[in-house]
């Protein structure tokens, strides 16, 4: 192993049916930036591509019996990592695609951080966009009073403060899920990765996003559209359902900023109104939107049923 690679950093892919050119790719950079990786298979890999993925050594794969979400698959791997005495966790989707150095940035840049003392850091993540029509750079969120600000590249900074990070991509202290910061088994999927972050604000961490760092991703099931000024999402009828409800679920929470409840309610309602635009089944897409927010009105939790 390189000795600029990280020794005690393991990488968890959580994967659902997943693009097979991409997630080859993406384990064939981990492999040489992580002491190890992880997939977690929740789904949809065939017995062919498991045994062209057991080619590399420091490669480990666990298949669920079925579909357990993202959150119960990342607690599944942050388990078995606490157990190996690993430092940190690095996870992704299945559809990243890191730059070649993007672990051993993002850990100098915690231990910078670290050295500092003036607070505890938390998760660092890096800055990523979609190119799949044209290069779509997404912002990092930070509550400013009552509104939620946009923060894009600040020149002579390599890292800034976040509310918020997308778990691919983010490097997690271990320390952190021992201490009782594990993920929410029963958001399933959706806003899984908000909720963890503003409760790890509320404990006293600081989670940052890295400058330094890029990385390409697809924040959704296609590329962005730009419509009357806003980037909007496109999502199965499925995803729209756990996207609602947990918005819900997020906005209750006591411990997530006002700010960002007010913005997560504002974009439930842009989404209403821009599905029948943007989805291809937009009857449906509504369908589990509205069932969506009636479960979580009413508090129901977990894998949908039916």
Known sequence: MSSSVPSNVRALVICFYPDRELLWTLVTKLCVQASDVWILNNGGISAELERELKSFSNLCMHTFE??????????????????????????????????????????????????????????????????????????????????????????????????????????????????????????????????????????????????????????????????????????????RYYYFRNSLYVCARSYVPLAHKIRLLMGLAVRLLTMPLIDDAPVLSLAYALRGLRDGIVGNSGKAKG
């Open 66 to 239: 079925s579909n357990v979400g993202i959150a119960t698959a990342l607690n599944y791997g942050f388990m078995f990592a606490a157990r190996d005495e690993v430092e940190f966790v690095v996870t992704f989707d299945q559809d990243s695609q890191p730059a070649e150095d993007h672990v051993s940035a993002l850990v100098q840049t915690w231990r910078t951080l670290a050295q500092q003392k003036t607070f505890k850091v938390g998760a660092i993540g890096p800055s990523f966009f979609d190119d799949r029509e044209s290069i779509v750079q997404f912002p990092f969120f930070r509550t400013h009073g009552l509104r939620v600000r946009k923060i894009y590249f600040q020149a002579g900074r390599s890292a800034t403060p976040v509310d918020v990070l997308i778990t691919s991509g983010m490097l997690v202290p271990v320390s952190m899920w021992r201490e009782g910061l594990k993920f929410r088994d029963d958001m399933f999927v959706d806003l899984v990765d908000s909720e963890w972050c503003f409760r790890a604000g509320a404990a006293g961490f600081s989670n940052f996003g890295c400058f330094s760092v890029r990385m390409r991703h697809h924040c959704s099931d296609a590329a962005t559209t730009e419509l009357f000024g806003l980037r909007l999402l496109k999502y199965s009828p499925i995803r």
